[in-house]
């Protein structure tokens, strides 16, 4: 009887190795052309973001040039520019964003294949260690021309146990990068479709900025005394609509039912990033508020009455919903009050409002996540300037009336700061 020595029967893997190697070979060059391309458009990316800060800068600046015809246009232009870049940062972010799932899909690809070698190479293994154990030691000794021979086939056995655990090591390594990588390709994936919505909503609102230039010159016919003349005019119809908002609110805020309301401090997120509050809320006794907000604390001090909080920012900063809700109204009071407005009413007792956006990205009847996009920053109705105004109703409380002006959310305020 002949005897077949089972470590003697390797595999030559030379033609799978030379696939596998020049297969990375060619996906390593791949992977060195998609960082290359990335690390262009992050070098872009930060270019267009030192000359976005110097716009920011150059808007703050036209704040302080008056309020002449001249001035407003100047405001204007920038803030075009401004968005215009935006839309481009924007833009490269989103390439960048396919960039790296095109690098993350290879890298997957990649991992694969050299686990699918893995699995092959152990299994081969695990295979030669099986016929080793099925022959007795008679039979490894027949099948070897001297005892020496024998006793290094017996270390290669050792060492091929050795080996498997290496490659079961190097197995469970892989499938850890594996699930990484995939994990990291999904947040990309999610980046990019929150970066393709905030394209549509920037390009919305720099169409709407251009559209107010155009506007603005075509009821002034660039002349500074029809502006001006405009101006006395909006002022008068602004101070009348903000005194009977104020007046029908006074009422409905007697009619809060505290019972209705859920929740305390930190039932609400803020609904920018990024906050600096400017303006509080209540009887305001400063004279910015008692010549921009309605009359109250009369005899007392001279106060101004706010009906919410103003948050510092720029236009087209994102706008977030505090808390889950549904879109309660979605609307546009022009040069008045509020502005582009949005109102959502919540499941705690309270409807929340955000004014003088320069966008909305929601409907009426929509339902929203807290942090969801809602809109974005702006200086529509009666601004002086790019903010977010935030008040708080109580639902019971809350309607939205019809005016020669558009559509009015009214309510019984509360404080926000309450609540945030």
């Known amino acids: 009887m002949s005897y077949r020595n089972p470590l003697k029967n390797i595999v030559s893997g030379a033609a799978i190795f030379s696939l596998l190697f020049f297969g990375f070979v060619a996906r390593a060059a791949l992977t060195d052309d998609l960082q290359n391309e990335i690390n262009q458009k992050q070098s872009q990316i930060q270019e267009m973001e030192k000359q976005i800060a110097q716009y920011q800068a150059m808007v703050k600046n036209t704040k302080a040039q008056g309020t002449t015809l001249k001035a407003e246009i100047t405001r204007m232009e920038t803030q075009i520019k401004k968005l215009e870049i ?50 007795s030691p008679i039979e490894l000794i027949l099948s070897n021309a001297n005892f020496s021979e024998f006793l290094s086939q017996a270390q290669y056995a050792a060492n091929l146990q050795e080996g498997a655990q290496q490659k079961l090591a190097s197995i469970k390594k892989l499938k850890s990068q594996l699930e990484e990588q995939k994990t990291q390709s999904e947040v990309q994936k999610a980046n990019l479709e929150s970066l393709k919505k905030d394209l549509n909503g920037k390009t919305v609102v720099l169409d709407n900025q251009k559209d107010d230039k155009a506007d603005l010159l075509a009821t002034t016919k660039s002349q500074e005394r029809l502006y001006q003349s405009s101006l006395t005019t909006l002022q008068k119809q602004r101070d009348q609509i903000e005194n009977e908002i104020f007046v029908a609110e006074q009422r409905l805020r007697l009619a809060i039912n505290q019972n209705s309301i859920t929740g305390g401090k930190g039932s609400l997120m803020w609904p920018l990033d990024n906050i600096s509050r400017t303006q509080g809320y209540g009887c305001i006794v400063t004279s910015f508020a008692r010549k921009s907000y309605p009359a109250c604390n009369e005899g007392k001090g001279n106060g101004g009455f706010h009906n919410g909080i103003d948050l510092d920012g720029d236009t087209g900063n994102l706008v977030r919903a505090v808390r889950d809700g549904v879109i309660a109204g979605v609307s546009n009071l022009g040069k008045y009050s509020y502005g582009r407005w949005i109102a959502i009413t919540h499941n705690n007792g309270l409807t929340t409002l955000y004014g003088h956006l320069s966008a909305q990205s929601v409907v009426v009847g929509q339902k929203v996540k807290a942090g969801d996009v809602i809109g974005y920053l702006g200086s529509t109705g009666y601004s002086t300037g790019s903010h977010l105004h935030f008040s708080v109703f109580a639902t019971n409380t809350f309607t939205v009336q019809k005016k020669w002006y558009g559509p009015v959310p009214l309510g019984g305020s509360v404080n926000p700061l309450l609540y945030l």
């Not at 991992?111 to 099925?134: A, R, T, V």
């Open 86 to 135: 935006e839309v481009k940062l924007t833009q490269a972010k989103i390439s960048e964003a396919s960039l790296k799932i095109q690098g993350l899909a290879s890298d997957i690809s990649t991992q694969n294949i050299e686990l699918e070698k893995q699995k092959n190479n152990i299994s081969q293994i695990l295979q030669q260690i099986y016929e080793y154990d099925q022959s």
